[in-house]
């Protein structure tokens, strides 16, 4: 209880004073730092004055030090870091000239250790970059469909065991322009409370009718269902066109799996299909890195909609979507994402071609498998020795997304900055990213990270040992 006050007392401290701050800027008593509207603007509605501009320069600006951090190295297990101060309390940032080496890479979606320089592992990479240089300069449906598109495509499809798929070059398009392809005006879209941004910008983008089920709860998800299939749509009470649900393998800010097989058993009773974001987990779960599908026993074809990324587990960029034919066929012209996004750059469908078949075992080593299962190992472990060590630690055991509790919006700026002072580099996370009382800090396991680095990582000097049981 007393941890839950200090919280919600850290943060109206922080709104009193940010409003005193305003005061003494609309006086000039204190300098102005953020955009403002013209003078010839004044009669204007504010562009710039709302509540969310006043969270950012009142409260994100004081741990503004802790995001935006430039990198000049690879981002593998340990990374190098550029030093910058700030003479203005983080409104502006000057280079020192001072690099901070090998900092332990906490942060990143580096799972399967993909992201690499070795020159060996990377000689096909640049064979495709000399072939064929760096961009397409066109879509795929004009000019831009290359060999290397196609032979991606049919290799994701083999590695999922489903009939085809397709890949974009952006992960976050992948969701957002495909999901209005697949539903529209007259359709209800079934969403979990905790999805992806891209989730929800896709779902508002379609014009569908949208209704949140509680995380990973199967009776609100029912409930919702029973009621879709009873009372219909609203006004006419005609049937749904069609009901889709939205759910996410892994969740990014929580580090908890979907309940898929609970899923598919409510989406087969009530004839809804279900679209499955596996950005997170594909590469990163399962025997053998095929995802959650794999890591829960199921058929492919029981998702109508296998969605993911490989920016994450496979060191590159971009998504795909996979499935039956008719699905793939139907997106290849209905996608905005296809029809109008220039097409994957050639290195980068090669760095996914090379990474997914050394997981598969097609490189004739056993080096991908190993890779998975070494990041299960240091997953398990990790989370153990914070669980030994007394935090409070969300997601499932299997996860690689490690959410630690800091609670606490001081500890915030406290904990990435002591880490940093320790050659640590992590991911601190606070509102309105996450509910205002759960401000935390994510760790990202990842295959390529050294039992030594692992037991480096410690919060020891910030006080936030929470659980009960220390």
């Avoid at 071609?353 to 080593?365: E, F, N, P, S, W």
Wanted: some cysteine.
């Amino acid at each position: 209880m007393y941890v839950a006050v200090f919280t919600y007392l850290g943060f109206g401290v922080g709104t009193l004073f940010g409003y005193l701050r305003d005061f003494m800027r609309a006086w000039g008593l204190e300098k102005c730092h953020l955009a403002t509207e013209r003078e010839e603007q004044k009669d204007f509605v504010p562009l710039y004055q709302d509540f969310e501009n006043f969270y950012t320069r009142n409260l994100y600006m004081r741990i503004r030090d802790n995001w935006n951090r430039p990198i000049c190295s690879v981002p593998g297990p340990q990374f190098d870091l550029m030093e910058r101060v700030t003479d203005d309390f983080n409104w502006t940032f000057r280079f020192t000239g001072r690099c901070i080496k090998d900092v332990i890479n906490m942060g990143s979606y580096n799972y399967l250790g993909f992201a690499e320089t070795d020159a060996n592992a990377l000689k096909t990479v640049a064979d495709v970059l000399q072939r064929y240089g760096t961009g397409v300069c066109s879509t795929r449906q004009e000019m831009g469909n290359i060999d290397k598109h196609v032979e991606l495509e049919n290799l994701v499809a083999r590695f999922l065991d489903v009939e085809a798929a397709m890949v974009f070059g952006m992960g976050f398009a992948t969701n957002s322009m495909n999901i209005p392809a697949l539903v529209g005006k007259g359709c209800l879209i079934l969403s979990d409370e905790l999805n992806h941004t891209s989730l929800v910008l896709g779902a508002r983008l379609s014009g569908a009718t949208i209704r949140v089920f509680k995380h990973n709860n199967m009776q609100s998800l029912e409930k919702l269902l029973r009621d879709a299939i009873a009372h219909g749509q609203p006004r006419s009470h005609r049937a749904w066109k069609k009901i889709l649900i939205l759910v996410e393998g892994i969740y990014s800010m929580e580090g908890s799996i979907v309940r898929l097989p609970e899923i598919v058993t409510l989406k087969k009773k009530y004839k809804a299909y279900l679209y499955l974001d596996e950005a997170h987990s594909i590469g990163a779960v399962g025997p053998t890195g095929r995802g959650v599908v794999e890591y829960f026993g199921m058929d492919p074809d029981d998702v109508d909609v296998l969605m993911g990324t490989f920016t994450k587990s496979f060191g590159a960029a971009g998504g795909y979507i996979a499935g039956k034919k008719e699905l793939v066929d139907f997106l290849r012209t209905h996608s905005h994402s296809a029809t109008y996004a220039t097409s994957m750059c050639p290195p980068v469908a090669e760095q996914i071609i090379r990474a997914m078949k050394c997981v598969m075992g097609l490189d004739g080593t056993t080096q991908g498998l190993q890779r998975v299962c070494q990041l299960s190992e240091n997953t398990r472990y990790f989370r153990q020795r914070l669980h030994e060590m007394g935090f409070i630690v969300y997601g499932n055991d299997d996860s690689p997304v490690v959410p630690l509790l800091l609670y606490m919006p001081g500890k915030i700026g406290a904990f990435a900055r002591r880490m940093l002072d320790k050659n640590i580099g992590v991911v601190v996370v606070g509102f309105p990213a996450t509910p205002i009382g759960e401000s935390r800090a994510r760790f990202c396991v990842s295959a390529a990270h050294t039992r030594e680095m692992l037991d480096t990582v410690s919060g020891e000097e910030v006080w936030m040992k929470y659980g009960r049981h220390l």
